[in-house]
Nanobody, 118 residues
Framework: QVQLVESGGGLVQFGGSLRLTCAAS????????MAWYRQAPGKQRDVVAA???????DYRDSVKGRFTISRDNAKNTVFLQMDSLRPEDTAVYYC????????????WGQGTQVTVSS
């Protein structure tokens, strides 16, 4: 069973930075696409950024230029560097992954809270 463990959330002031980390384990197949989603209270879960195994990235418009997603394939780890944080970035952030060439899953982490104070 694939497990995703996130870390790095917390409380930060407007304009500050945080770095989220997600480590995947337990997969017999290679980790395919990895991504970060977020969910604010009363809202749906939305994708924030995604990265393929080959390194292609995609971002939601509201975080372009502020967030950077990266990964270390050797360690099955994905990172989200979040700069210039805003109160509207406050949410629970979830790690997402698929495995194998067919994209089995998806698998989800337990979530990490990010709170940006104004």
């Amino acid at each position: 069973q694939v497990q995703l463990v996130e870390s790095g959330g917390g409380l930060v002031q407007f304009g500050g930075s945080l770095r989220l980390t997600c480590a995947a384990s337990g997969s017999r197949l290679s980790i395919n696409t990895m991504a970060w989603y977020r969910q604010a209270p009363g809202k749906q879960r939305d994708v924030v950024a995604a990265i393929t195994r080959g390194g292609s990235t995609d971002y939601r418009d509201s975080v372009k230029g502020r967030f950077t997603i990266s990964r270390d394939n050797a360690k099955n780890t994905v990172f989200l560097q979040m700069d210039s944080l805003r109160p509207e970035d406050t949410a629970v952030y979830y790690c997402y992954a698929t495995t194998g060439v067919r994209g089995w899953g998806p698998y989800w982490g337990q979530g990490t809270q990010v709170t940006v104070s104004s």
